[in-house]
Nanobody, 113 residues
């Protein structure tokens, strides 16, 4: 029900914008989050936006990434600037609701030197 897109190959220092669109209505939303999983590593949280609009970022991306949402379009975004080699990962969107979690299938971001 969530489809992430926007990944690709980018040089270090470049930018990408990820999108995550919901195909249907999702009720009881509490938090929208982005996670990522680098090769050989565990999935880690990247950014979150609450229904109140409160936003938090992992220290590793603070100042470089921006999470946002368009409620009317049922889409969330992750603007990624000043990309680093360490940002290479599969990025997943997640919506946490009163009734459970929804996950997108992931989109691959590869940062090259």
């Amino acid at each position: 029900q969530l489809q992430a897109s926007g990944g690709g190959l980018v040089q270090a220092g470049g930018s990408l914008r990820l999108s995550c669109a919901a195909s249907g209505s999702i009720n009881g939303i509490k938090v929208r989050r982005w996670y990522r999983q680098a090769p050989g590593k565990e999935r880690e949280w990247v950014a979150a936006i609450m229904t109140s609009g409160l936003i938090n970022y992992a220290d590793s991306v603070k100042g470089r990434f921006t999470i946002s949402r368009d409620i009317a379009k049922k889409t969330m975004y992750l603007q990624m600037n000043s990309l680093e080699l360490e940002d290479t990962a599969v990025y997943y969107c997640n919506i946490n609701t009163l009734y459970g979690d929804y996950w997108g299938k992931g989109t691959l971001v590869t940062v090259s030197s």
